[in-house]
């Protein structure tokens, strides 16, 4: 049985580099309450991340750059009702 995919798509994407660097799901602007995607695919451009459905919870309102060892943020943008997941 196939499972449910959505993507997260990064268009245009720039970030400054740093230690640890992963993208999140998440309710609000911090970690406390999120899903971890996996890390950062590069600091600049076009990139995917594809996540099966059961990962995406309806009060995910933001998508973090998160560097995991100084627990800082390194950029957020957020969702939408207009966004759509895409299967």
């Known amino acids: 049985e196939e499972t449910e ?3 997260l798509l990064f268009e245009n994407f720039a970030s400054d ?4 660097l992963f993208v ?3 309710s609000g602007t911090s970690t406390a309450s999120s ?3 996996g890390a950062l695919r590069a600091l600049e451009g ?6 099966a459905a059961d990962q995406f919870d309806p009060t995910y309102d933001h998508v973090l750059v ?11 943008a957020q969702l939408s ?6 299967e």
């Open 5 to 7: 995919k959505y993507t």
């Open 17 to 20: 580099n740093g230690p640890a």
């Open 24 to 26: 999140y799901l998440a």
């Open 35 to 37: 899903t971890k995607l």
């Open 46 to 51: 076009t990139f995917r991340y594809e996540f």
């Open 66 to 76: 998160w560097c995991d060892r100084v627990s800082r943020s390194f950029g957020v």
């Open 81 to 86: 009702e207009s966004a759509q997941l895409s």
